[in-house]
Each structure stands twice: as structure tokens, then as C-alpha cells.
């Protein structure tokens, strides 16, 4: 087999070598006796009438999305039932290729196809089935022979690269030239998302429908230079390799600088939003955003995407579904204060799409947000060559790899994001030499690092990583202590965000949960606030907000339950009644500081996937005698 092509700096680990414990298990236990493992029951699309399988039914992405997160979920928890499932589909998508290489339902369109092959990867991944390369080499011949005369067009050209990986997936498998010609036929068929997102990206909410502009097809895009590095030639990596990095930085600084939200995301409700916490972000988004991430942190090493990974995953994909899981958003909000039918400030969208619910405005999301958590799960950890683990980002789990051709296990025991002590406990039949490189997040500021008794350097190289190599014995401990400040992060107007390591958090409103009758699906429900929402937070507090208290507590059985939230900081605010809402939602923070002489209270700052209510971005106050407001 030929080593990786082009300068990807870490490999993933076969699906299945990293095995979910702790809170991580509990999230994806709850995915999998909720949305993701009753959705045949209950949503048609993906139920036996799937044209995927044969029936008269859908026959477009939806069939396809579902299955790009049921696959690693039923692998990543060796769910048999799951993976009985998922079998069914994938032997359906098998059988139905023709002998010019053509497969599925969807007519003409290259879309969902590019859906439908990395689900067949990431089989192939858990498997070995050899059929699928086979598969996927008659199909890559079929697209190769088509694409000039039949271009990408559409979703497919805002997205080929996607269809690149799964090219690139083959290509590390056989080393066939030709299929390297393919990969770069495909992305110039693809839009040119570097030239548009540094130069041509507009501000403010988008104002008509465009494939440049639609939130979820950005999220997508973004990874499109990284995939490209994979084609450079070897002789260019640095250059190459680093050129792609600092086009994706400044991407991703455009992209944040004119719809950049308080949570580290950027809106899309379903087009670009711009700034205001009001403006929405689509389920679909995160979970592809999450990807593209995924892919950056793969492809090109740096720890800085995975510190941007690890928010969007521990808040935004928290907080797209209730905690039990049973239902999800189309669109959530940074400041949501009223989950409800209603007409909101949205680029485009119904009224039902922030309410929870199996197909909220439209099903997109439905069927593509299965593969949000089962995919981090699997990127927690990669490989850097024959005898270096990587700790792209934390959460509790279990991993079985092979350093330097002998079997290693590392037990990571944390609760992490909700604690800032991770350990990790090595299990090796026999002492030998290997290196673990920790991600040292950029929000850290005082990390510590044992392994035994023996205390570490800390200081992170370039990527962000600190390397551990060392001749490793059964039973070593690492110890890597990740301190978390309460600080601030500056919105527009002189409002406020608050961070606790790679928490958001958020000013939690209390929350009724109002279910709503004859619904379709598991549950469907409204959310109306029972406590007020506007409050303005004093930042300027003479005890400093080092002073607020952090209360931690065990992480329950339901990570995300709010009444369980395993962070609480009790801050100071004082109530601005004059702040009210707006077309449904929390109208924009009022210019900061405000003058009030309102009394100081408490402010309950809760993790943003937790509160399915909250504040998120909040004005500053003053306390002052003046009666210049309230
Ligand atoms: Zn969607």
C-alpha cells in the first residue's frame, strides 16, 4: 500500500479503533436510541421506500446523509443492531451499479452521490469489504469519462470537495495516477471558495439565494484548499502546504470578521446572517463545519482548527438538539430567549425553524445531523506516523492503535470540557519507544504535563502540539492539566461573550418546555422563558470576574440536561428592562456600557449547550447612582 499523498500531516485511525467512555458514551448512546436509531420508524425518507432501496420514495441526499452518520455511529459503538441497518442501505447502494459505473437513484446529479461515497469509505474503513474499492473505482472511471461534457453544477460544484476525498481514499489504496487527474479535473470544477471568501465575501445578511453564499455550502467549502494540498507535488509540500494553511486563515478570519456570532461561528439562517446574535445558524452547518474541520486539523496539523472543532462540537452541536436527543433545530441562535412558531429576522426561512422537532422547516437537517458526533468521536485521536499518537481534541474515550508494530491502548479518562484534567493511561504488552503529541489549546494559558511523578515542558510548537516521546511502560500516567479562566470575548457595540476553556457560556433563561400536540416524529416542542432574559453583565465588577465562582459537579447520565449542567458561574448583572424583544427574538444588545441604577443580581452562567434558552451575547453594565436609564 503507498503512503498518503501530498502533505496530510495526520492520518485517521480505522473506524472503531476509538471507542467512546464517559460522557462521550452516554452522548452517542442517547443519538442512538433517539434521533439517529428510530428515524427509519418514523421519518418516510429514509424509511423502506427510499428510492436507495429500491423504493418510490426519496431518491436524493437524504437517504445518503442519514447514512453518513449511522455508519461511524453503529462502528464507534459496535451496536449490532445499528450496524444490521446500515448493512441493508449499503448492500442496496452495492447492487444498484450499472455496468458503466453509474450508481443510485438522483438521475444526473453528481450531489448525492458524493454523499453516498464517503459513506462507502467509512465502510470500508470499519470493514475491509473489498467490494467497495472496487466500487468506487468503476464509479471514479464513470465520473472521469463524464465530467467534461457533464460539469459539476449546482450543490455539486459548491461542493466537490468531497468528492475529492473519497478519489484521495482510493488513491492511498492503489496509487493510481489517473484517479489524481480526477481529484484535479473535480476541483476545478469546484467553485473557487479561496478567491471568494478573501476577496468577493459581502457583509450583512445575504439578500437572495446564491450557492456562494448559503451557510451550509460555506462550511463545506472552507476545507477546498486543504483538500487541494493533498495534490501538491512532494517537492512543494512546505511551500504549498503552508500557502493553503494561510489562504484557509484568512478564510476563516473574512468569513469570522463580517458573520462571525459570540459562540466562534459564523451565521447562516440559511444564508449568511451577519453578525447579530438573532441571526440563526443551520444543524446542517455545524455538522459540516465540524467536517471541514476535521478534515483542516487531518490534512494540515494545525491545532488551532481543532480548537475551533472542539467549540463548535461541545456548544453549537450540543445545543442543535433537546439533551435526550429526540428532536432538533434548523436554525439555533446565539441570543434565543423564545423557542416558538413565529416570523423571525432569518436571510431565509420558515416559522417553524428554530422550534425542536423531526423536520423543522425542511429535512435536510433531519437526515444530516447523525454524523456530528459519531465522526468527532472518531477524530479525537490521529495518527502522525508509525510511532506517534495524536491528541487532536479531548473527551473521554478508549484507543487501539499500533506503534511501531505493537498493539497499544490508551485509556483517556476525563470530563473534559467540564474538567480541565485530562489523564491518560497507557497499557503496553511490552516497554518500547513511541511519542503522544497533546494539543495544547490556544485559550491555554498555564498547562502542566506529568507523566508519573515527573513533571513536562509545556510550551506548544507550532501547530500547538507538545510531544511526549519517550520508552513507555504498562501502567505510565499522563497527567495534562488544562487551567480554565473565565474571560471575556468583545462583540460589536461593546457587548460581551464569556468562555470557559472551550465552553461558550451563556446567560441561561429558565425554560418551559411546551410540547406540542399531534406531532410527527419522537417529540416536538416549544420553549417559552419562565425567568427574564435581559440582563447586561458588570464586567467592570471591582472583585474582578476572576471572582465569580466556577461550580463543577460530575457529569450526569444526560451530558446536556440543563437542570444537571456540570459547569455553573454565578456572575453579576443588573436587569435592562428597556432591552426587548424584536420580531420574535432578542432584539440587538443595546450600545455598552449602559448607566443603570437597577440593583446587582445574580447572573447564571450556564454551558451554551446546555441552555436551550440563553443569552449568549450580552450588553455591559454600569452601576451608577444616575438615573440616566431604567
Ligand atoms: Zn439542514
Known sequence: MPSAHGPARLAELPLGAIRPTGWLADQLRLQADGQTGQLENVWPDVGPDSAWLGGDGEGWERGPYYLDGLVPLAYILDDADLKARAQKWVEAILAGQGDDGQFGPAGDDWWPRMVALKVLTQYADATGDERVPAFLRRYFTFQARNLPQRPLHGWGRARGADNVLSVMWLYDRTGEEWLLDLARLLLAQTHDWATFLTRDLPAGPAPAFRHLTHGVNVAMGMKTPAVAALLDDAVDDAAGGGRRAEQIRQ???????????????????????????????????????????????????????????????????????????????????????????????????????????????????????????????????????????????????????????????????????????????????????????????????????????????????????????????????????????????????????????????????????????????????????????????????????????????????????????????????????????????AGPPPASPVATRAPVMELRLLPYGSARLRVAELPTVTVTPEPDDD
Request: proline share 7%; net charge negative; with cysteine.
Open 251 to 585: 478564510m476563516l478570519a473574512n468569513l469570522m470578521r463580517l458573520h462571525g456570532l459570540v459562540h466562534g461561528c459564523f451565521s447562516g439562517d440559511e444564508w449568511l446572517g451577519g453578525r447579530e446574535p438573532h441571526h440563526g445558524v443551520e444543524t446542517c452547518l455545524v455538522v459540516e463545519l465540524m467536517f471541514s474541520l476535521e478534515q483542516l486539523v487531518r490534512i494540515l496539523g494545525d491545532g488551532s482548527h481543532a480548537d475551533l472543532l472542539e467549540q463548535i462540537a461541545f456548544n453549537l452541536l450540543a445545543a442543535s438538539s433537546d439533551a435526550r436527543m429526540l428532536a432538533h433545530q434548523y436554525h439555533q441562535q446565539a441570543n434565543q430567549v423564545l423557542v416558538s412558531f413565529a416570523d423571525r429576522d432569518w436571510s431565509f426561512s420558515g416559522p417553524d425553524a428554530n422550534v425542536f422537532g423531526l423536520e423543522p422547516h425542511f429535512g435536510c437537517c433531519t437526515a444530516n445531523l447523525h454524523q456530528g458526533w459519531p465522526k468527532f468521536a472518531r477524530s479525537l485521536w490521529m495518527r502522525a506516523g508509525d510511532r506517534t499518537l495524536a491528541a487532536v481534541a479531548y473527551a473521554p474515550c478508549r484507543v487501539d492503535a499500533e506503534l511501531g508494530g505493537r498493539p497499544v491502548r490508551l485509556d483517556v479518562r476525563t470530563g473534559y470540557p467540564f474538567d480541565d484534567v485530562v489523564e491518560i493511561g497507557v497499557s503496553t504488552p511490552v516497554t518500547h519507544e513511541f511519542a503522544l503529541r497533546l494539543r495544547i489549546p490556544g485559550w491555554c494559558r498555564e498547562p502542566s504535563l506529568t507523566v508519573g511523578q515527573e513533571p513536562l515542558p509545556t510550551t506548544p510548537d507550532d501547530d500547538g502540539y507538545v510531544t511526549v516521546r519517550r520508552a513507555w511502560a504498562d501502567g505510565d500516567v499522563v497527567r495534562l492539566g488544562l487551567p480554565m479562566r473565565l474571560r471575556t470575548v468583545p462583540r460589536d457595540n461593546g457587548a460581551v461573550g464569556f468562555r470557559l476553556g472551550p465552553l461558550v457560556l451563556v446567560h441561561a433563561v429558565g425554560e418551559i418546555w411546551r410540547p406540542v400536540p399531534d406531532h410527527a416524529g419522537l417529540a416536538e416542542w416549544e420553549i417559552t422563558p419562565r425567568t427574564f432574559w435581559n440582563l447586561g453583565a458588570w464586567v467592570d465588577d471591582p472583585a474582578g470576574i476572576e471572582s465569580w465562582p466556577v461550580e463543577r459537579r460530575p457529569v450526569g447520565p444526560v451530558p446536556y440536561d440543563v437542570d444537571a449542567a456540570p459547569v455553573v458561574v454565578r456572575g453579576r448583572g443588573a436587569s435592562l428592562r428597556r432591552w426587548r424583544m424584536r420580531d420574535n427574538s
